[in-house]
Each structure stands twice: as structure tokens, then as C-alpha cells.
């Protein structure tokens, strides 16, 4: 898309966020009493960010409903271009995955599935993939060269593998020079974005209601599976 255009489109995002966080329904709790309808709403809005600089459409295959066409084509995609506004859509990726973590990956899982439907099931595909590509293209470029917002971005990701991965109460805390210094490590990248999708992959299991999120939920974990591939 040209400068302009997605320029305009996100004016129209900023200002639609403005007008929404102005009510008082604009809660992400999904047991929010004034109904889901305003968490469907975030996990669209985050959607509308990706697919501005990530036309993953034609990549991710759902029409064929096979759990391993579909990894293998997201497996396929082209890499993703790394631009200041792709930040955005990182971000709201990144927000995204930390939701469940808060409240628990196993206890989403159980109880909200009627929340968790297929609007964010979509989303969440889309975030993994950005996100797990995004990390991928980091050793190439070195902790030194990453711009500030990718810097505090990547800090939080770790953040959040931590919690949801095994962890030692005798193992230190990193320093965040530590941290970064992981970015150089192309195979410790690799299992953070493996990490990452598995939340997600957690979150849709038990769902009950679509047949659709278990279908993504799957597919996510065989994409996981194939980034270990050469």
C-alpha cells in the first residue's frame, strides 16, 4: 500500500480507538457484564493493524481445513518487511498473548471458550505468525540495530515465555543486557517463537463450541512443529 493510504487508514484506526475507549463498555475483560462484544471488538482492531503491513490472506490456506496444508503454508510465506509502523501491529500482538497469561492459559482454556471464539481465534493465528517471524529476522540484524520499541517488544515477549515455561526458583533473574544478547542466538529465537505460539495453541484446546478454533489451535502447533525444520 502506498505512504498515504496507510497513513489515512491509521488515522481512522487512532481515531475509532479513541471514540471506543471513551465508553463505558470499552473493557477487554471477556466477563465484562456489558457483554463480549468490546474484547471481540480489541482483538479486530489488532487484526485491522496487522493486516496493514501483513497481507497473510492468501498464506494461511483455511479454506482447505487441513491442520498440515495450513502450517505448511504459513511455513511458506514470504518473510515479513520490518517498517516503524509495523510496531503497532507487534504491539497489539504482543498485548494480545499476555491477556491469557494473566489470567491463566489453563484456566482460559476451560472456562472461555464461549469468549475465545472464532474472531479471535483468526486474530491470534495472525498474531503468531507475525510475531514468530518477527523474531526470526532479529539475529540478522543484532541487538544493537533494533530500534528502542522493538527493544522494550522483545523484552516482553521473554517476559511472558518465562512465565508460561518451566522456570527454576533457584535460577537468577537476567539482566536485560543478557536478554538481549539472546537475540544473536538464532536457535534460542526459534524456541521463543515456538514458545510463543504454544500459548496460544493452550488457549484454544477444549473449546468446544467451533470446530474452526480447534482447526486453527492445531495448525498453529504443527507450524510450531515445522520451524524447527532447516
Given at each position: 500500500m502506498r505512504t498515504g493510504d496507510l497513513a489515512l487508514l491509521e488515522d481512522v484506526l487512532r481515531n475509532w480507538k479513541s471514540r471506543w475507549q471513551q465508553t463505558p463498555e470499552s473493557s477487554t475483560n471477556p466477563r465484562n457484564p456489558a457483554g463480549p462484544i468490546a474484547f471481540t471488538s480489541s482483538a479486530l482492531l489488532?487484526?485491522?493493524?496487522?493486516?496493514?503491513?501483513?497481507?497473510?490472506?492468501?498464506?494461511?490456506?483455511?479454506?482447505?481445513?487441513?491442520?498440515?496444508?495450513?502450517?505448511?503454508?504459513l511455513?511458506?510465506?514470504?518473510?515479513?518487511?520490518?517498517?516503524?509502523?509495523?510496531?503497532m501491529a507487534l504491539l497489539h500482538g504482543v498485548h494480545?498473548?499476555?491477556?491469557?497469561?494473566?489470567?491463566?492459559?489453563?484456566?482460559?482454556?476451560?472456562?472461555?471458550?464461549l469468549y475465545w471464539s472464532i474472531q479471535h481465534s483468526l486474530s491470534s493465528l495472525e498474531?503468531?505468525?507475525?510475531?514468530?517471524?518477527?523474531?526470526?529476522?532479529?539475529?540478522?540484524?543484532?541487538p544493537a540495530r533494533i530500534s528502542e520499541h522493538e527493544r522494550l517488544l522483545f523484552l516482553w515477549?521473554?517476559?511472558?515465555?518465562?512465565?508460561?515455561?518451566?522456570t527454576s526458583e533457584d535460577q537468577p533473574a537476567l539482566r536485560e543486557s543478557d536478554i538481549l544478547e539472546k537475540v544473536k542466538d538464532f536457535t534460542h529465537m526459534v524456541r521463543l517463537a515456538q514458545a510463543i505460539i504454544r500459548v496460544w495453541v493452550r488457549t484454544f484446546?477444549?473449546?468446544?463450541?467451533?470446530?474452526?478454533v480447534d482447526l486453527v489451535g492445531s495448525s498453529l502447533e504443527a507450524y510450531a512443529d515445522l520451524l524447527d525444520s532447516p
Open positions: 489488532g487484526q485491522a493493524y496487522v493486516r496493514l503491513y501483513l497481507d497473510l490472506g492468501p498464506c494461511r490456506a483455511l479454506q482447505s481445513l487441513q491442520r498440515q496444508q495450513i502450517a505448511e503454508a511455513y511458506g510465506a514470504p518473510p515479513i518487511v520490518r517498517t516503524p509502523g509495523l510496531v494480545a498473548l499476555s491477556i491469557p497469561v494473566r489470567s491463566g492459559i489453563d484456566f482460559v482454556a476451560r472456562t472461555h471458550s498474531y503468531s505468525f507475525l510475531l514468530s517471524r518477527w523474531l526470526l529476522t532479529l539475529p540478522e540484524i543484532g515477549v521473554n517476559r511472558i515465555a518465562e512465565e508460561t515455561g518451566p484446546k477444549g473449546n468446544a463450541c467451533w470446530g474452526l
